[in-house]
């Protein structure tokens, strides 16, 4: 194991450059799944290393119930850092796997709940609620995906714009964008040096969504439009059940982006270019934290099965 084993607890360091140039130099599609992908390969793996560091510090513990030999003075010497790290790791999972388990059950909470309040409404693609305060967001159900808007949200918009907003959140529904946004959210929670990335992909996930509406309505203006007047009318709403129209991510941004010509779809960022640099930093981190993981993995595995079969 070695020092390879703490390696994925610091390698999204290696993240954060991308995660920056990402949102401003790539197409959002392209960087919402690639930002995602990382967040979730380097949370996977530093939740490993930790769950190996937790069986290094148990099994010096009296009372576990892990093997005896594994507490054997020969086998604590193949294995660093048993007396500090081993057992401080042990909190720490606990903490890890805490913190994901209240995301995942906030975001399943939160969605049966409006689930529930729109269930007797009719089973159809877009439910009008008759509220006067200004809101809009998609509600994934699998089969019955459904766009939410407010009365007063339809009142404060034009024909065009209302197209734009309906084009807007089925992006968000047909491209399964809170699927994105849960994954990277938990491997934040798993990992906090994630954070920037889960961030950056609550900006793409909605410029994404922006970039859809745009091709649909035909007109770029259009759509920056729509976002401008929504952020203003819905200020001192309450926040959306899921993802939002306007609200979520910096409407500023959003709208420099959409008056701007379209990013152009690469599946790689060029080398030559530092968000090319980034993203190949990011994908050496990400490799190495999967190979250091991996190399502990079967480290530990072997000495603890030479130890038990001894």
């Known amino acids: 194991m070695g020092v390879f084993v703490f390696l994925p607890l610091v390698l999204p360091l290696t993240a954060w450059p991308v995660a920056r140039l990402a949102e401003q130099h790539l197409h959002p599609r392209t960087a919402t799944r690639m930002l995602t992908a990382v967040a979730a390969v380097l949370a996977l793996c530093s939740t490993l290393c930790l769950a190996l560091l937790v069986v290094v510090g148990t099994a010096q513990l009296p009372g576990n119930p892990l093997p005896d030999a594994w507490s054997d003075p020969e086998v604590r010497a193949a294995v660093p850092y048993d007396e500090v790290a081993g057992r401080l790791a042990i909190p720490a999972l606990l903490a890890v796997l805490a913190a994901c388990g209240w995301t995942l059950a ?75 946004l849960l994954a990277v959210r938990v491997a934040a929670r798993a990992n906090p040096f994630l954070r920037p990335l889960s961030t950056a992909v609550g900006y793409t996930a909605e410029r994404w969504a922006d970039e859809e509406a745009a091709a649909r309505v035909g007109s770029r203006r259009a759509v920056a439009r729509a976002i401008g007047k929504s952020a203003l009318v819905s200020a001192g709403a309450p926040a959306p059940t899921l993802a939002g129209f306007a609200v979520t991510g910096p409407v500023p941004r959003r709208v420099a982006a959409l008056l701007a010509p ?27 934290s999967a190979v250091s993981s991996a190399n502990s993995a079967v480290t530990l595995y072997a000495i603890l099965h030479t130890a038990t079969s001894l």
């Open 262 to 288: 379209a990013p152009v779809a690469r599946a790689w960022p060029r080398v030559s270019t530092a968000t090319g640099v980034a993203a190949w930093g990011a994908a050496v981190g990400t490799a190495a």
């Open 106 to 180: 906030r975001h399943r909470r939160v969605r049966r709940r409006a689930e529930r309040a729109l269930a007797l409404l009719p089973a159809r693609a877009v439910a009008v609620l008759p509220d006067e305060l200004p809101y809009a967001y998609a509600l994934p159900g699998g089969r019955r995906d459904r766009v939410v808007v407010s009365r007063g949200m339809l009142a404060r918009l034009g024909s065009r714009e209302r197209r734009a907003l309906f084009a807007h959140e089925r992006a968000h529904l047909e491209g399964r964008h809170h699927r994105f």
